[in-house]
Antibody
Framework: QVQLQESGPGLVRPSETLSLTCTVSGGSISNHYWRWVRRPPGKRLEWIGYIQYSGSTNYNPSLKSRVTLSIDTSKNQFSLKLSSVTAADTAVYYC????????????WGQGTMVTVSS | EIVLTQSPDTLSLSPGERATLSCRASQSVSSTYLAWYQQRPGQAPRLLIYGASSRATGIPDRFSGSGSGTDFTLTISRLEPEDFAVYYCQQYGSSPVTFGPGTKVDIK
């Protein structure tokens, strides 16, 4: 059974770069699309971007200038970097997998809370 | 981007009752690329329905989805105790993918 686990700092200073990694266990990272989604407090879920196992990416236009996704198939991991963070980037960050053939998300990590504060 | 609205905000029902949740899109969702998720407190979202009406693996048949265009519905035929949760819709027919604000189903 495929499982996802986010890891990374829970506190990031304003103007710095938020970095998170998602580890895929119980299955291969190959042949799938992988996404990052976040939920700021009191707001709705927001799609950040996706990366394909080949490394191709697509980002939410609202975040595109600050987001970089990468993938390491040898470690079965993919990662998120969000630069120049502000308090508005405080959120629970989830990694998730596309249900094959769709962009519905069939497997999710538990989520990790990231607070942007000095 | 396509904005999704859900109604009602909260639905108060008793176990065994039928729940009907609505999701409305600001523009037509192409090819019924609409999904529904359930989220219980402290847990990740769980995919229930994709393609507007197809149940995901392992989802009980008391959950059903319908609709097309801009109006979609999630129906829970008979509420079980574990069904009291928040439900979200998501459209993935147009980039960026967007989510609704959620409907909370709580115990009356």
């Amino acid at each position: 059974q495929v499982q996802l686990q986010e890891s990374g700092p829970g506190l990031v200073r304003p103007s710095e770069t938020l970095s998170l990694t998602c580890t895929v266990s119980g299955g291969s990272i190959s042949n799938h699309y992988w996404r990052w989604v976040r939920r700021p407090p009191g707001k709705r879920l927001e799609w950040i971007g996706y990366i394909q196992y080949s490394g191709s990416t697509n980002y939410n236009p609202s975040l595109k200038s600050r987001v970089t996704l990468s993938i390491d198939t040898s470690k079965n991991q993919f990662s998120l970097k969000l630069s120049s963070v502000t308090a508005a980037d405080t959120a629970v960050y989830y990694c998730a997998r596309d249900f094959p053939g769709t962009s519905a998300l069939d497997i999710w990590g538990q989520g990790t809370m990231v607070t942007v504060s000095s | 981007e396509i904005v999704l609205t859900q109604s009602p905000d909260t639905l108060s029902l008793s176990p065994g009752e039928r729940a009907t949740l609505s999701c409305r899109a600001s523009q037509s969702v192409s090819s019924t690329y609409l999904a529904w998720y359930q989220q219980r407190p402290g847990q990740a979202p769980r995919l229930l329905i994709y393609g507007a009406s197809s149940r995901a693996t392992g989802i009980p048949d008391r959950f059903s989805g319908s609709g097309s265009g801009t109006d979609f519905t999630l129906t829970i035929s008979r509420l079980e105790p574990e069904d009291f949760a928040v439900y979200y819709c998501q459209q993935y027919g147009s980039s960026p993918v967007t989510f609704g604000p959620g409907t909370k189903v709580d115990i009356k």
